[in-house]
């Protein structure tokens, strides 16, 4: 479980400090401010490896000007594990502690662009001295978003791992439990009890191509391809499928080596809605815990974290019934202007509550909207508010302003009502029962 990241000349912010929950962490922020970044240094913390690209550290401008650094704490196998590492500009490596690594657990990261990353203590984990011949095994499994379909290979004699469309078919050809689970994490995956995602017929998609594609069986009767599938159905689809395989494999090579499972799940996911409709935003956290409880079974798996970034309001919605702050957090990712008038990010645990609606949600100070409208919607709203704060308005400006109300506002909104009593009460606008008002006088 990671506990804490300390980042320091490195990333959007001078300086950074997470204290993360045990269970959910929530990550929010706008574009550009570290939300995915922070995702990087959490696998690079827990694995020793990057997902994508190294961080690198921002210009040392004076050499009093302190050394780049990337802190963590996690709870290892047997004890918690703290680093300070600092980068070595002439090796351009991030320096870590000498000895053996820390085991974190099972650690899985869903990327944004449909990558994933896996770090199996059973498989990534080595214990050999380096003076052993054994081949070194790979640091972790990192898959593009490709790969992830069509399998990730060691040489052109091994694979790492087969692939989403020949591992579906092999296992639902053998009909066991792998593909039983992988039904199971499908249909818990699934929006609405009538939109459920149900394999279909293995099919051939073409002359050209050899391998039976799995199907889906769609709520109109046919059964699609995965591969044409949606973008949301095909993001849902890897991530059951990488879910599967990754606690799969890591059980079998726990039992070659005579290990029991990992007792640590740390899963990192960024913008968990990506391509998702509403009805699967507001879904998706419930069903991804249900569906890796459900796979470790709970009798090994002490404890599951999810540190994820979102930029959905609906998602944050949908958590309210599952969000508790004793083993729960938010963070929001912000900037702020210093003394100076310098413009710094920073990063606050928000204290929780409860909105209610996805609408709240957006004009909190989580998306700091002024309202849950089109841009051009609140502008005129705003400008409609100053004017009803006036005692006087010519007849001509409030048409106007009436005229562009109209053209963003439908007839039942409250806000209608409101502006049409007060126009008519201040006298700015003709009564409806025909009496004469005081701007039709003026006029």
Same mark, same amino acid.
């Given at each position: 479980?990671l ?15 997470v204290?993360?929950s045990? &269970? ?11 939300k ?19 961080a690198?550290p ?11 650094k990337? +802190?963590?704490?996690?709870d290892?196998?047997t004890r ?6 600092i ?6 490596? @991030?320096?870590?502690?000498? +000895? ?12 944004v ?10 498989r990534?984990?080595?214990k ?11 640091? $972790?499994?990192?898959?593009?978003p490709?790969?992830?379909?069509? +399998?990730l ?7 790492q ?6 591992? @579906?078919? $092999? ?13 199971r994490?499908l249909q818990?995956?699934?929006p609405?009890?009538?939109?459920v ?8 998609? +073409?002359?050209?191509?050899? &391998?039976?594609?799995?199907?889906l ?18 993001r849902i689809?890897?991530l ?5 395989w990754?606690?799969?494999? =890591?059980?079998? #090579?726990s ?6 499972p ?9 913008e968990i809605?990506? =391509?998702?409709?509403p ?6 956290f ?5 569906v ?5 079974g709970g009798?090994t ?7 994820a ?13 599952l ?19 310098k ?17 709240? @949600?957006?004009?909190s ?11 051009? #919607? ?5 400008e ?19 005229k ?22 201040k006298g ?16």
């Amino acid at each position: 479980m990671l506990k804490e990241l300390q980042l320091r000349g490195v990333g959007p912010a001078r300086e950074m400090e997470v204290a993360f929950s045990k &269970r959910l962490n929530i990550i929010t922020g706008d574009n550009g401010l570290g939300k995915s970044f922070l995702l990087d240094i959490a696998w690079w913390a827990l694995t020793r490896s990057w997902a994508g690209r190294p961080a690198q550290p921002a210009l040392r401008l004076k050499k009093s000007d302190p050394l780049p650094k990337i +802190g963590f704490t996690f709870d290892a196998k047997t004890r918690p594990v703290s680093d300070d590492c600092i980068f070595d500009r002439y090796a351009q490596t @991030w320096k870590r502690s000498m +000895g053996r690594p820390s085991n974190p657990g099972l650690v899985l990261y869903a990327q944004v662009d449909g990558g994933f990353s896996v770090w199996d203590p059973a498989r990534n984990y080595w214990k050999q001295n380096k003076n052993s011949e054994e081949p070194e095994r790979p640091r $972790s499994y990192v898959f593009k978003p490709q790969e992830v379909w069509d +399998g990730l290979p060691i040489d052109s004699a091994k694979k790492q791992c087969n692939g989403l469309i020949a591992d @579906w078919a $092999s296992w639902q050809r053998e009909g066991g439990e792998s593909f039983a689970q992988l039904s199971r994490a499908l249909q818990a995956l699934s929006p609405t009890p009538d939109e459920v995602l149900i394999p279909g017929k293995l099919a051939r998609i +073409g002359l050209d191509d050899v &391998r039976d594609y799995p199907t889906l069986t769609m709520p109109y009767g046919h059964d699609v391809p995965v591969i044409h599938a949606s973008a949301g159905m095909r993001r849902i689809i890897a991530l059951a499928y990488l879910l599967v395989w990754s606690w799969k494999e =890591h059980v079998i #090579a726990s039992q070659r080596l005579g290990d029991p499972p990992a007792h640590e799940i740390v899963f990192l996911i960024d913008e968990i809605e990506s =391509h998702l409709h509403p009805k699967w935003q507001r879904c998706i956290f419930d069903a991804v815990l249900s569906v890796m409880n459900a796979l470790v079974g709970g009798k090994t798996v002490k404890n599951i974290q999810v540190i994820a970034a979102t930029h959905s309001p609906l998602v944050l919605a949908s958590l309210e019934p599952l969000f508790n702050p004793k083993i729960d957090a938010l963070f929001d990712i912000d900037m702020e202007l210093s003394e100076k008038g310098k413009r710094n990010v920073i990063i606050r645990r928000k204290q929780w509550e409860r909105l209610g609606t996805a609408d709240r @949600w957006l004009v909190s100070d989580i998306f700091n909207l002024k309202q849950a409208r089109s841009l051009k #919607a609140e502008q005129i709203i705003e400008e409609i508010s100053a004017a009803m704060k006036t005692e006087r308005l010519t007849r001509s400006k409030a048409l106007q302003l009436d005229k562009e109300l109209a053209s963003v506002l439908g007839e039942t909104d409250p806000l209608w009502a409101r502006w049409r009593f007060v126009a008519e009460e201040k006298g700015w606008l003709p009564k409806e029962n025909g009496e004469r008002s005081a701007a039709d006088a003026e006029d």
